[in-house]
């Protein structure tokens, strides 16, 4: 693909976003900011990707408003000041809002957009891997609540997603990780082929190659996208993406949200692995395999609390209705179903 390619996310009924694959962000950037859009565009940035690249800091102008981000800045107190600030500036319903940053980032101000004067238009230009195959793509906004990961928030898809696979490559190594496992979910519960690739390039991702990780890039989110396009609200398919994040969003609840969201996302993947392969829904060598795929992207397995500690949390997830929780188990490598469960069950509680 070239810069001008790009990925359309259009449900009948529903709004419509564009992903676009470019190779300068900083440049894309600029061109939102030119003099005649600059009266309606509201850049805000996240002052970790700001220090990750400087050409971004940069691009977003002086006047951009600048956010702490990370998972601890998904709550009201930011939220409201997000929203005041924009208020402040002069924002009208013809703005639109760029945000610049990581994944929790990107929810945060998806959020504000959708609540400024009722919803004004979203961009949003990623600066993590994990922003760029999960966060950006969806339309899924939210913020957090101490009693859970998530809980409020909204569907609001930007209009344009500018993904330059170049910024994943110079993050921290846990962050670079935690996007790992956001392309290990979408391989492990829905791309058998992505699969294979990841399995083939494991080694070649966790070092950062650029060709097999920009492949593996479009390969996730083409998938979501098929996804997303089909059940844009969540009723059904949709669910699949969900693969480790009951677990992983009860861990990072638990931390004070001080867990990555992708490292602990791995936690649950293995943990969902192990629960399938007890109910017969995966063979143990497809579960062995699995599980050596997240071994090889530097994501193992590693010690859980006990589960009364994480039982509170499981049991207020949003997947959780009158009939049980709706959890995602993988049936073989890039394929997975939709299983009722108890919280208790879900944590191998006696």
């Known amino acids: 693909m070239s810069d001008t390619d790009s990925l359309l996310c259009a449900p009948a009924g529903w709004r419509a976003s564009r992903i676009r694959f ?10 939102l900011r030119a003099p005649e859009l600059a009266p309606r565009t509201f850049v805000v940035l996240d002052a970790g990707a700001a220090r990750a690249h400087p050409a971004l800091r940069e691009a977003a102008g002086p006047a951009a408003i600048e956010l702490a981000g990370g998972e601890r800045g998904k709550d009201f107190a930011t939220l409201e000041l997000l929203l005041r600030e924009l208020v402040r ?7 639109r809002v760029v945000a610049i940053g990581g994944g929790a980032h990107c929810d945060l101000v998806g959020l504000a957009a959708s609540l400024c004067l009722r919803g004004v238009e979203l ?12 966060a ?9 609540l101490p009693e859970g990961k998530n809980l409020v928030g909204s569907f609001w898809p930007a209009s344009e997603v500018l993904v ?20 290990a979910k979408v391989a492990i519960g829905i791309d058998a082929a992505l699969f294979a690739a ?5 080694a070649a991702l966790l070092a950062r190659d650029a060709a097999p990780l920009a492949a593996a890039v479009r390969a996730a989110v083409a998938a979501k996208l098929r996804i997303v396009t089909a059940d844009p609200l969540e009723r059904g398919e949709r669910r699949l993406l969900n693969l480790g994040h009951t677990l992983g969003h009860a861990l990072e609840a638990r931390s004070g949200y001080a867990m990555p969201h992708g490292l602990a996302v791995a936690q649950g993947l293995h943990h969902v692995l192990g629960l399938a392969v007890e109910l017969a829904l995966l063979s143990s060598a497809d579960g062995a395999r699995c599980a050596a795929l997240l071994d090889a992207l530097g994501l ?9 500690e994480l039982l509170d949390f499981v049991a207020r997830d949003k997947k959780l209705d009158a009939a049980g929780l709706t959890v995602v188990l993988p049936t073989a490598p ?8 108890s919280p208790r069950a879900f944590l191998r509680m006696a």
Do not use: H, N, Q, W
């Open 22 to 31: 470019v190779t300068d962000a900083a440049r894309a950037v600029v061109a």
């Open 89 to 95: 500036r002069g924002v009208t319903r013809d703005a």
């Open 123 to 134: 961009v949003l230009v990623p600066s993590t891997l994990l922003a760029m195959v999960d």
């Open 136 to 144: 950006s793509v969806g339309g899924k906004t939210a913020i957090d």
């Open 164 to 183: 330059d696979v170049g910024l994943a490559a110079t993050p921290s190594e846990p962050e670079f990780r935690a996007g790992l496992a956001e392309l």
């Open 198 to 202: 990841c399995e083939r390039d494991a």
């Open 300 to 308: 193992p397995a590693g010690p859980l609390p006990p589960p009364a």
């Open 334 to 341: 890039g394929s997975s179903r939709l299983v009722k469960l």
